[in-house]
């Protein structure tokens, strides 16, 4: 009985912090536009807010799976309350990850970007809220679709996002450590937004195709790195 339960739970938790390393890694990007004595604090509320969200989706559930019911359809495709989430989800992460891209390679507008990397705590928080929401629908509705006992999703949320507060802190310094790596880092956001617009319109991209071709990259530019200090 214990290990029928374990096998899902687990399954669960490794599904739900491979999900969160897109929070994590959006959390830490945009912490770096703040007084290093605020970054911390940024990443703790985005990813507490994270869990919130999560918990309290999880009580809704009936309402959740309400989401995946056809609202209209345009040009034969249907749009759904989770599909229009995503596909706007995926616009505001596109712009955001672009918008990050041109400001940190273009080297003409230094003025312009040292203006922008302040930044404010409640502006911040608040792009990181509506990330929190549409990953959090989207990690809840990929839940109910694993498991149907209630007390493993909410086991599983709050587990996969303690492992996210302990590995933020790492993953946010070594970003700002290596700038080659947040540009890397802002590509993968990108391609995120790409998979979530394609999801809301029933063209899904399979997430493991996109992970597998990011580590890819991260590995060439771990050996570039290597390679370069020698």
Avoid at 1 to 25: F, K, R, T, W
Avoid at 66 to 80: C, G, R
């Amino acid at each position: 009985m214990l290990i029928d339960a374990l096998i899902p739970l687990l399954s669960l938790i490794a599904l739900e912090v491979i999900l969160g390393i897109d929070n994590i890694i959006f959390i830490s990007i945009l912490a770096d536009k703040l007084p290093a004595s605020q970054r911390d604090r940024l990443r703790y509320w985005g990813i507490g807010l994270a869990m919130l969200i999560r918990l309290c989706l999880l009580g809704f559930i009936s309402w959740i799976l309400k989401l995946d019911a056809t609202l209209f359809s345009i040009l034969n495709i249907d749009f759904s309350g989770k599909g229009l989430i995503l596909i706007f989800g995926g616009i505001f992460l596109l712009y955001k990850s672009t918008k990050e891209i041109f400001h940190n390679t273009e080297e003409g507008n230094l003025d312009e970007f040292s203006s922008i990397k302040k930044g404010s705590f409640k502006k911040l928080l608040s792009e990181i809220i509506i990330l929190d929401l549409v990953f959090s629908i989207d990690s809840i509705i990929t839940a109910i679709g694993m498991v149907q006992e209630l007390w493993i999703m909410y086991v599983a949320v709050i587990t996969a996002v303690g492992i996210m507060l302990v590995a933020s802190k790492p993953i946010s310094q070594f970003i700002q450590k290596h700038p080659s790596f947040k540009i890397l880092a802002l590509c993968f956001l990108m391609m995120i937004g790409i998979s979530l617009i394609a999801e809301g319109l029933h063209f899904a991209i399979p997430k493991g195709y996109i992970y597998f071709s990011m580590a890819f990259a991260f590995l060439v530019d771990i050996i570039q790195m290597k390679k370069i200090k020698k």
